[in-house]
């Protein structure tokens, strides 16, 4: 199949084929606390939206532009880097394109590649970021800009697209920012990424990735749906990958139809406790047991934990205590022991109580498990087997009370690192490939500090519309590691949004029937409504 995927043209927006000219809207202004981002952004700030327009042909200049992938891996990244070496050669033949390797590190410690025909032939239309790998470095030292800009101008580079999530693109404003002020003559462009879908908004339809990620596991949970139905005696609880956000939850469970999904933003809307959580899945095994059903399929945020409103305050607690405010990095402990007690020394009464009522291992996970940033890491606390534990505790307590007169037996999985390295889905194949190619047009027309963007998704890709947006339209003031911080303001599930609406109207005959779609593997050739489609949430919120 890779052989025969190599062949695939990726189809390109007509407003991208041929000559174009950049249409400006009005100025625009941050999500959030405009005077801050104003202030910290005064070269990029207030930039006009734009939109790719059919204009007249004019020779250009040859152009070096230099790409890096940083963050976590999602599908067609390597068609934006594809979609970006044609762009630019269709500008000028002569143009370059290098690959910083590793992420914004090989831009600070000068390592790179230059792509050529053959060298990009070889990567188009396949998953994964390994054509020149990436990294979590974070671009928001002095130093590291001034690092980066003597390889830029060792390689006459004029531009560089930094393709990531959300932070990610925060530090391509911050770098963009930087070299403004400086007047480097260096542009920086966003490509938005991330496979949990918290990168959108009004301007940003998806983030790429996204749609290849849900429909790898939407097949993988239809597999199991498939299982658990022939079976008839497990229930399978399923943890899919989303810390921040519930999107691929919600849209796995809009392809699939399992008897219950969490969504971890109402759980938090509805200030939901732990047993509020635990009760209302076994409220449902009970009743499809009374129906001889002794099977069912859960789906569960990775973040959910984190939403549940006592759990979350804790944790806001513990990374404001495990971090040293002198110098925003993590506390150093010589043990364990020394760690704990240190943490139940410097918490509220109230936070305690809730950590201590925790099982010993989740505990611990809370109290020593860190990320780089001194942030607690939620993805390692198996919440899948800390649910169906509870449960099945539960539904003990039930049976010896006369409540419950089924059986319960649970199987557990985690779905993530399977979806984020996915070959791309025609839709992601497509839309990836019109982001480079857009990128190279923003390049072209002189913007720095903007994202590219791809709008009108939903129809053929032909029709849709092609432009770019400035990063700091996205931005607020949030707090990240004891401190204040410009960031891109993450997308949520909408609660009043058509798609969790559309799931909430059905999720009642869900548990209790049997009502599973198996939506088998992802398709690159036969019709379009097969081949080609969107996400159902995408479909959804655009009323399609």
Same mark, same amino acid.
């Given at each position: 199949?890779?052989?025969?995927?190599?062949?695939?043209?990726?189809?390109?927006?007509?407003?991208?084929?041929?000559?174009?000219?950049?249409?400006?809207?009005?100025?625009?202004?941050?999500?959030?606390?405009?005077?801050? /981002?104003?202030?910290?952004?005064?070269?990029?700030?207030?930039? !006009?939206?734009?939109?790719?327009?059919?204009?007249?042909?004019?020779?250009?200049?040859? /152009?070096?532009?230099?790409?890096?992938?940083?963050?976590?891996?999602?599908? %067609?990244?390597?068609?934006?880097?594809?979609? +970006?070496?044609?762009?630019?050669?269709?500008?000028?033949?002569?143009?370059?394109?290098?690959?910083?390797?590793?992420?914004?590190?090989?831009?600070?410690?000068?390592?790179?590649? $230059?792509?050529?025909?053959?060298?990009?032939?070889?990567?188009?239309?396949?998953? %994964?970021?390994?054509?020149?790998?990436?990294?979590?470095? @974070?671009?928001?030292?002095?130093?590291?800009?001034?690092?980066?800009?003597?390889?830029?101008?060792?390689?006459?580079?004029?531009?560089?697209?930094?393709?990531?999530?959300?932070?990610?693109?925060?530090?391509?404003?911050?770098?963009?920012?930087?070299?403004?002020? &400086?007047?480097?003559?260096?542009?920086?462009?966003?490509?938005?990424?991330?496979?949990?879908?918290?990168?959108?908004?009004?301007?940003?339809?998806?983030?790429?990735?996204?749609?290849?990620?849900? @429909?790898?596991?939407?097949?993988?949970?239809?597999?199991?749906?498939? #299982?658990?139905?022939?079976?008839?005696?497990?229930?399978?609880?399923?943890?899919? *990958?989303?810390?921040?956000?519930?999107?691929?939850?919600?849209?796995?469970?809009?392809?699939?139809?399992?008897?219950?999904?969490?969504?971890?933003?109402?759980?938090?809307?509805?200030?939901?406790?732990?047993?509020?959580?635990?009760?209302?899945?076994?409220?449902?095994?009970?009743?499809?047991?009374?129906?001889?059903?002794?099977?069912?399929?859960?789906?569960?945020?990775?973040?959910? /934990?984190?939403?549940?409103?006592?759990? &979350?305050?804790?944790?806001?607690?513990?990374?404001?205590?495990?971090?040293?405010?002198?110098?925003?990095?993590?506390?150093?402990?010589?043990?364990?022991?020394?760690?704990?007690?240190?943490?139940?020394?410097?918490?509220?009464?109230?936070?305690?109580?809730?950590?201590?009522? +925790?099982?010993?291992?989740?505990?611990?996970?809370?109290?020593?498990?860190?990320? !780089?940033?001194?942030?607690?890491?939620?993805?390692?606390?198996?919440?899948? @087997?800390?649910?169906?534990? *509870?449960?099945?505790?539960?539904?003990?307590?039930?049976?010896?009370?006369?409540?419950?007169?089924?059986?319960?037996?649970?199987?557990?999985?985690?779905?993530?690192?399977?979806?984020?390295?996915?070959?791309?889905?025609?839709?992601?194949? #497509?839309?990836?490939?019109? +982001?480079?190619?857009?990128?190279?047009?923003?390049?072209?027309?002189?913007?720095?500090?903007?994202?590219?963007?791809?709008?009108?998704?939903?129809?053929?890709?032909?029709?849709?519309?092609?432009?770019?947006? !400035?990063?700091? *339209?996205?931005?607020?003031?949030?707090?990240?590691?004891?401190?204040?911080? !410009?960031?891109?303001?993450?997308?949520?599930? $909408?609660?009043?949004?058509?798609?969790? @609406?559309?799931?909430?109207?059905?999720?009642?005959?869900?548990?209790?029937?049997?009502?599973?779609?198996?939506?088998?593997?992802?398709?690159?050739?036969?019709?379009?409504?097969?081949? #080609?489609?969107?996400?159902?949430?995408?479909?959804?919120?655009?009323?399609?």
């Amino acid at each position: 199949m890779q052989i025969a995927r190599a062949a695939y043209q990726p189809k390109l927006p007509k407003a991208l084929q041929g000559a174009v000219v950049a249409k400006e809207g009005a100025a625009t202004q941050s999500v959030g606390n405009q005077d801050e /981002i104003k202030a910290l952004f005064p070269n990029t700030y207030g930039m !006009p939206v734009v939109e790719f327009v059919a204009g007249e042909a004019q020779a250009h200049e040859a /152009i070096n532009v230099g790409i890096i992938l940083s963050g976590g891996q999602a599908p %067609g990244g390597h068609n934006v880097i594809s979609g +970006l070496y044609d762009g630019v050669k269709s500008i000028n033949k002569d143009s370059k394109l290098y690959g910083f390797l590793m992420g914004p590190g090989g831009l600070v410690d000068h390592k790179y590649v $230059e792509f050529t025909d053959e060298f990009i032939d070889e990567y188009r239309n396949t998953g %994964g970021f390994d054509i020149i790998g990436s990294g979590r470095t @974070k671009l928001e030292k002095e130093a590291q800009f001034e690092s980066g800009i003597e390889i830029l101008r060792e390689l006459g580079i004029k531009a560089l697209v930094i393709i990531g999530g959300d932070d990610s693109n925060t530090n391509a404003c911050v770098l963009a920012e930087y070299y403004a002020a &400086k007047q480097y003559g260096v542009q920086v462009i966003g490509c938005p990424k991330t496979i949990d879908g918290d990168l959108k908004n009004e301007q940003i339809e998806t983030s790429f990735g996204f749609d290849t990620a849900c @429909k790898t596991y939407a097949e993988l949970i239809g597999n199991i749906q498939r #299982d658990c139905n022939s079976a008839r005696k497990y229930w399978h609880f399923i943890k899919l *990958m989303g810390r921040s956000a519930s999107h691929i939850a919600l849209e796995c469970a809009l392809q699939c139809q399992p008897n219950i999904c969490l969504i971890s933003e109402e759980v938090e809307a509805k200030q939901m406790s732990l047993d509020a959580v635990v009760e209302y899945i076994a409220q449902a095994v009970a009743q499809r047991a009374a129906d001889g059903n002794n099977f069912g399929t859960v789906l569960i945020p990775e973040g959910l /934990i984190e939403f549940i409103p006592a759990i &979350k305050k804790l944790i806001a607690q513990l990374n404001e205590v495990l971090t040293d405010p002198a110098t925003g990095e993590p506390r150093e402990f010589a043990s364990a022991d020394e760690q704990i007690a240190f943490v139940l020394d410097n918490i509220t009464a109230e936070n305690k109580a809730v950590l201590e009522s +925790l099982p010993a291992d989740v505990k611990r996970q809370l109290c020593l498990d860190r990320d !780089p940033h001194g942030n607690v890491q939620v993805s390692l606390i198996e919440t899948e @087997k800390l649910l169906s534990a *509870m449960v099945a505790e539960k539904l003990a307590a039930w049976k010896a009370e006369g409540k419950f007169v089924g059986k319960f037996s649970a199987q557990h999985h985690f779905f993530g690192y399977e979806g984020r390295c996915a070959a791309p889905s025609n839709y992601d194949a #497509d839309y990836c490939y019109s +982001l480079g190619f857009n990128a190279s047009r923003l390049i072209a027309s002189g913007k720095t500090g903007y994202m590219s963007v791809i709008k009108n998704t939903t129809a053929p890709a032909e029709e849709w519309i092609a432009g770019g947006v !400035p990063i700091t *339209m996205m931005m607020n003031i949030e707090r990240r590691n004891g401190a204040n911080k !410009p960031v891109i303001r993450k997308a949520l599930v $909408e609660l009043e949004g058509a798609p969790f @609406k559309f799931f909430a109207s059905k999720r009642e005959e869900w548990a209790k029937n049997t009502c599973y779609v198996y939506p088998g593997p992802i398709q690159y050739w036969g019709p379009t409504e097969v081949c #080609d489609q969107c996400t159902r949430t995408l479909a959804l919120e655009q009323g399609k």
